[in-house]
């Protein structure tokens, strides 16, 4: 029974209605984002921001970045201006306050494992509101220095809603930082990679431009499908 209670919950939060990305969530999303981490970001961290120019009008693409820290959700949302609704595993909808932070962030439930029918039908209702898709293609937090561990499913999506992929290399928010200007976060926005039917060509370029964003190296022979 606490198996399919679990089940039950995991599902009902991973299947999202336009409608859901409502002015409510995005005033809130705004006030978190704008204002409370971002005089973080700026005063401790000293963010530094470049290739702003290459964020398309619309919403009609994929936000792809590499994933260091906790800070990360709220650093590209801040950044780029726009309600990003996020994929966040089944897991954390488990813990009563976690489940409620990220539902009013935006967030769906996915299982890591596989992307199912809900996952896809929420990624299409996404593009039919305001608010953009983001995703880690490397599913959990990684060390600096190495892009390793790629889920391919990211351009699966891309393909499947003919969204093109905005590739983010973020550098330095792994390093805990709490006195002012002891930190320094640097956000680059590559250029936007065209829609595919093609989806190993998509990786093999997100996976081009976030090395060429951030320094890192690719690890070869870390890649998930």
Known sequence: MGHETKKTSANKYSLREPGFYNIWRRIFL????????????????????????????????????????????????????KGVAYMAKKELFENPFLRWWLDWLGAFAVDREKLGVS?????????????????FPQGTRQLPGEISHITKGFASLAKSTGCAILPIG????????????????????????????????MVSSWIESIQNLTGFKYITDKVCS
Request: charged share 20%.
């Open 119 to 135: 996952t896809i039908k929420t990624v299409k209702s996404i593009k039919q509101t305001g608010w953009v898709l983001g995703i």
């Open 170 to 201: 973020i550098i330095g928010t792994q390093e805990v930082k709490r006195w002012p200007f002891t930190g320094k976060i640097i956000v680059n926005i590559g250029k936007v990679i065209p829609c595919s039917d093609n989806t190993e060509e």
């Open 30 to 81: 705004f006030i978190v984002t704008h204002i409370f981490y971002m005089i973080r970001f700026k005063l401790v961290y000293r963010l530094e921001v470049n290739g702003k120019e290459n964020i398309p009008e619309g919403n009609s693409f994929i936000i792809a970045a590499n994933h260091l820290s906790t800070l990360d959700p709220p650093l590209i949302c801040a950044v780029v201006n």
